[in-house]
């Protein structure tokens, strides 16, 4: 039997056997590393300790951003402070915290938010994507439906808060994003709309002229009247930062558990 030889008895099965394990190796290591560019070193939940990196992380990954806004790298951003307003409830890792202040406020549980960009989101062509919807190209809330501005609004604790002043539309999406309501107090929040819920006729009412008029008011059950005080708001009239939109979803989100005591208890 011919053997291809290349010295001694090393032929060139092999060196073919020996350089795809040499490859397989390296491929491991080259995807263990890359998998290692995002979230690296990691930190310990207690203590806020770094971690000692290792062979396998690499270099940090760059973002290059739209419109101009240069580059981004996640790993030179300041991690977030570990001293919390909240207390874990009980002794392990991974316990849930148990606030200790106004969790809606401090951004604990489902009201949590994240520290992004402080500039409007875009569309494509590098617009202010969520305006109020008179700044908006062409956005019009058809004749057919409830004309919103003017509307009262009632809070989850049954009290009207104020009255609906204004529609914030996505022009990317071409929907209505929030509701901009004027508290009894003259303070200007923005509500998401998907908290809110629009009553009055409806197109069957509309069709039976038996039906007498339901009153016309808008329900936004996430948080009580009180708590639109407290909600966030814009820092500059008419535009909505990327970081505004964060808190003021976070703040909302948040008040179907922290609301009232209630909503905090199990259901059972």
């Given at each position: 039997?011919?053997?291809?030889?290349?010295v001694g008895?090393?032929?060139v099965a092999?060196?073919?056997f020996?350089?795809f394990f040499?490859f397989?190796?390296?491929?491991?290591?080259?995807?263990?590393?890359e998998?290692?560019r995002?979230?690296?070193p990691?930190?310990?939940?207690g203590t806020g300790k770094?971690?000692?990196?290792?062979l396998?992380?690499?270099g940090?990954?760059?973002?290059?951003?739209?419109?101009?806004?240069g580059t981004y790298?996640?790993?030179d951003v300041?991690?977030?402070?570990?001293n919390?307003?909240?207390?874990p409830a009980?002794r392990?890792?991974?316990a849930?915290?148990v606030?200790?202040?106004?969790?809606?406020l401090?951004?604990?549980g489902?009201?949590a938010?994240?520290?992004?960009?402080?500039?409007p989101?875009l569309?494509?062509?590098?617009?202010?994507?969520?305006v109020?919807?008179?700044?908006s190209?062409?956005i019009?809330v058809?004749?057919?439906?409830?004309?919103l501005?003017?509307?009262?609004?009632v809070?989850a604790?049954?009290?009207t808060?104020g009255?609906?002043?204004?529609?914030w539309v996505?022009?990317?999406e071409?929907l209505?994003?929030?509701?901009?309501?004027?508290?009894t107090?003259?303070k200007k929040?923005l509500?998401?709309?998907m908290?809110?819920?629009v009553h009055?006729?409806g197109?069957i009412?509309?069709?039976?002229p038996i039906?007498?008029d339901?009153?016309?008011?808008?329900e936004i059950?996430?948080?009580?009247a009180?708590?639109?005080?407290?909600?966030?708001?814009l820092?500059t009239?008419g535009i909505?930062?990327?970081?505004?939109?964060?808190r003021?979803?976070?703040y909302f989100g948040?008040?179907?558990?922290y609301a009232?005591?209630?909503?905090s208890e199990a259901w059972i």
């Open positions: 039997m011919n053997a291809a030889y290349i008895t090393f032929d092999e060196l073919t020996l350089l040499g397989f190796i390296a491929l491991v290591f080259y995807l263990n590393r998998s290692r995002e979230g690296y990691l930190e310990d939940e770094i971690h000692p990196g290792s396998f992380d690499a940090k990954k760059t973002f290059q951003l739209p419109n101009g806004r790298v996640p790993e300041a991690r977030d402070d570990i919390v307003p909240g207390v009980f392990s890792a991974g849930p915290l606030p200790t202040g106004n969790p809606m401090d951004g604990m489902p009201a938010f994240a520290n992004r960009s402080k500039y989101d569309t494509f062509d590098g617009r202010p994507r969520i109020p919807i008179a700044q190209h062409e019009i058809s004749p057919n439906d409830p004309q501005v003017g509307w009262p609004v809070a604790d049954g009290v808060v009255k609906v002043s204004d529609i996505d022009q990317a071409h209505i994003r929030y509701l901009e309501v004027e508290t107090t003259g929040v509500a998401p709309m908290v809110a819920k009055g006729n197109l009412d509309a069709l039976l039906i007498d339901k009153p016309k008011f808008v059950d996430a948080i009580t009180a708590q639109f005080e407290t909600a966030p708001t820092e009239a909505i930062t990327r970081y505004e939109e964060d003021v979803q976070a948040g008040g179907y558990m009232t005591p209630e909503r």
